[in-house]
């Protein structure tokens, strides 16, 4: 029952980017006379691909988004990566000595992921997997399954890194193990219990290889 296959989450866990993303899209709906606060953002948005954020948007506010919102976003998104996207914090010296074969599986779109590492400097280190390619995003296991497919692992051979409830949710379903990331700018200071529950917590990325030892020699890590 060992772990043969990582799956990454990208923004949240190998990208500190959840708190650029909230303060440009709570910028851009203030323009629009619709007020979310940074709790609204983890609660409602954290994890899911943005077509589910903009349907969130609308089903709770009754508003109308206008139809460059989301292009609009995505602009001023990528212009605030380009000067403040940092890593989260270890993270790029684990990835460098990962023992194991590893993939990303986001929620973001392709364009978004693919400059996010490219500003990393991890453009091509590893295979990448978005919401785009599957049926159902998170927290729905389609796009985990997915990704240990195309890798060639079955699902109980994967370990999912993941920094939201939704994928959290989303690995369970996959029947795959799961740590949860709460080292992001975005998690720091709030209680570690996901919703979701039942998972092992970590919150600095010099506890991973540890956990992972600790897996593969069958110790009780959820």
Avoid at 167 to 177: K, L
Wanted: proline share 9%; charged share 20%.
């Amino acid at each position: 029952m060992g772990i043969g296959l990582i799956i990454l989450d990208c923004d949240g866990v190998i990208a500190d980017s959840e708190i650029l993303s909230a303060t440009v899209l709570i910028d851009q709906l203030a323009a629009l006379g619709i007020a979310v606060t940074p709790e609204d953002v983890r609660r409602d948005f954290l994890g899911r691909s943005f077509p589910t954020v903009a349907a969130t948007i609308r089903r709770q506010f009754g508003n109308p988004l206008p139809p460059t919102f989301e292009a609009d976003y995505r602009s001023r998104l990528l212009d605030r990566f380009a000067t403040d996207l940092r890593p989260t914090p270890g993270v790029l010296p684990i990835l460098e000595g990962l023992p194991l074969p590893a993939c990303i599986a986001t929620s973001s779109s392709p364009q978004r992921v693919e400059r996010t590492l490219q500003i990393l400097g991890l453009s091509g280190r590893f295979p990448v997997f978005t919401t785009s390619q599957v049926p159902r995003g998170k927290p729905a296991p389609d796009l985990f399954l997915f990704a240990a497919a195309r890798m060639g692992f079955p699902p109980d051979k994967a370990l999912v890194i993941e920094d939201s409830t939704p994928g959290i949710a989303a690995a369970q379903a996959a029947g795959m193990r799961v740590l949860h990331y709460a080292g992001g700018a975005h998690l720091r200071g709030l209680n570690r219990t996901p919703s979701a529950g039942g998972v092992q917590s970590f919150d600095t990325w010099e506890e991973f290889p540890q956990l992972l030892s600790d897996i593969q020699a069958g110790a009780r890590v959820p």
